[in-house]
């Protein structure tokens, strides 16, 4: 399984650390939504590839995550007792499926109890962890079964950004070659830096650094979006949550979905 970004290949790391102290504060009624492309291929190209979900007893790979889920195989032991897991697959809505949605879930016991500032007092409060329970997060990655070209495998997906979960860097093959280049442009005639202007909502701008080739990437070639949601979202669960998945599929219409390559 290869998740893909707009520009062609992707590195999609996992966070090895849990982000710093803001980072960790997620929001109750908003998330990040983060645009990309699930890609399903056949090992190193060979044969024709799964198709997502299909309705006949052919096998796909819907059936194959959730074998694994239900095999408690579909996890990544990290170090330390940390560990990312597949908790669930489920094809969404259940009578009419538009999309899979995955819930992952990465738990880590070493990491510390959180802390609670009371509002006027200022005072602090530690939470009540116990010595055999993790901390954890879960995050959503929702998957439209409609492909974007007819015949390819390549399905819009929508990935819920949640520190430990989401990236720390999203940087494409095209991207660090594009940057690499103006990078030595810059060098060869002893630039100190150059900046790319973008043009943000509400009339404001914001200057990029390229000679921050990560942060250059993450800001022009990764599309992030805010959204706000009307009840609570919970750091972790069990089960998916419908008020995120709805606003995640509605991104998939052709009027939404509008790649900038």
């Known amino acids: 399984m290869l998740v893909n970004s707009y520009c062609d290949s992707l590195t999609f790391p996992i966070e090895s650390g849990w982000g710093n102290a803001k980072d960790m504060l997620l929001e109750q009624f908003s998330r990040f939504f983060l645009r990309h492309e699930f890609v399903i291929r056949s090992y190193r190209n060979q044969g024709p590839p799964l ?7 052919e096998l796909d790979a819907f059936s194959l995550f959730a074998s694994a ?14 560990a990312v897991r597949l908790i669930s697959v489920e094809a969404y809505p259940p009578n009419k499926p538009v999309a899979l949605v995955f819930l992952f879930r990465r738990a880590n016991a070493n990491v510390g109890a959180p802390w609670f500032e009371h509002q006027t007092t200022r005072a ?12 954890t997060v879960t995050a959503h990655l929702v998957v439209s079964l409609k492909s974007l070209h007819d015949g390819t495998p390549i399905h819009p ?3 819920e950004e949640v520190p430990g979960l989401g990236r720390t860097y999203m940087q494409t093959e095209k991207t660090v070659k594009l940057l690499n280049k103006i990078n030595v442009w810059r060098k060869e005639r002893e630039w100190k830096d150059v900046r790319v202007s973008l043009d943000l909502p509400n009339e404001r701008s914001k200057l990029v650094s ?20 009307q009840k609570p979202l ?25 790649p900038e390559r």
């Open 210 to 229: 390229i000679a921050r080739e990560a942060d250059a990437a993450d800001v022009l070639f990764v599309r992030s979006e805010r959204v706000v949601f």
């Open 69 to 82: 889920v239900n095999d408690l195989k579909a996890q990544l032991p990290l170090q330390n007792g940390d």
């Open 157 to 159: 997906a929508i990935i």
């Open 51 to 57: 198709k997502l979900r299909t309705e006949d007893d």
């Open 124 to 135: 602090l409060r530690r939470s009540d962890k116990k010595s055999d329970e993790s901390v």
């Open 234 to 258: 919970d750091d972790a669960t069990d089960k998916i949550n419908e008020e995120l998945v709805r606003k995640a599929v509605a991104k998939f219409s052709p009027a939404q979905w509008a």
